[in-house]
């Protein structure tokens, strides 16, 4: 499986530590952040990270900023992007589940250890293809393609 991640400069050391983590658990990881400490607007990585969704060069997208919340707003103004800014597994499975969601937004200032419970639930969890999450989902993509 492919997995994209988008950083701005804030995210950097989170996305390094990260990306290690991921390779170790045999996944491929395409890299579409900054790989500077200098000050970058993070709408220009969280749009390559979801054109790589729209082109299909990676599967899910991982984004990473100094809230999470300005990464998750830009990349859900990208059309067929479902970007959930989540703080715990929890939220990170129910994305998943519920949503359907093929982008998280995560924190930088969140530990390293609930990064990886995070990511591990993002990715080890399908959409449970519900029909009443379903019909939700059709709804959003209603709004997305009337406005």
């Known amino acids: 499986m492919n997995i994209g991640i988008a950083n701005d400069h804030r995210g950097l050391i989170t996305k390094q530590?990260?990306?290690?983590?991921?390779?170790?658990?045999?996944?491929?990881?395409?890299?579409?952040?900054?790989?500077?400490?200098?000050?970058?607007?993070?709408?220009?990585y969280a749009e390559k990270l979801c054109h790589g969704i729209q082109n299909e060069e990676i599967h899910l997208?991982?984004?990473?900023?100094?809230?999470?919340?300005?990464?998750?707003?830009a990349c859900n103004k990208v059309k067929g992007i479902r970007c959930a800014k989540v703080s715990d597994h929890i939220e990170a499975k129910l994305s998943r589940q519920h949503n359907d969601?093929?982008?998280?937004?995560?924190?930088?200032?969140?530990?390293?250890?609930e990064v990886k419970d995070i990511v591990d639930a993002f990715i080890t969890t399908n959409f449970s293809n519900d029909e009443r999450h379903q019909n939700r989902?059709?709804?959003?993509?209603t709004l997305e393609e009337n406005n």
Do not use: H, Q, R, W
Not at 61 to 73: A, D, E, K, Q, R
Not at 137 to 141: C, E, H, P, V, Y
């Open 17 to 44: 530590k990260l990306t290690k983590f991921l390779e170790k658990k045999g996944y491929n990881v395409v890299n579409y952040g900054t790989d500077s400490t200098d000050s970058v607007d993070y709408p220009d």
């Open 61 to 73: 997208g991982i984004v990473i900023c100094g809230t999470g919340i300005g990464m998750s707003i």
């Open 101 to 113: 969601a093929n982008v998280i937004a995560i924190s930088s200032n969140t530990a390293m250890f």
């Open 137 to 141: 989902i059709d709804k959003i993509k």
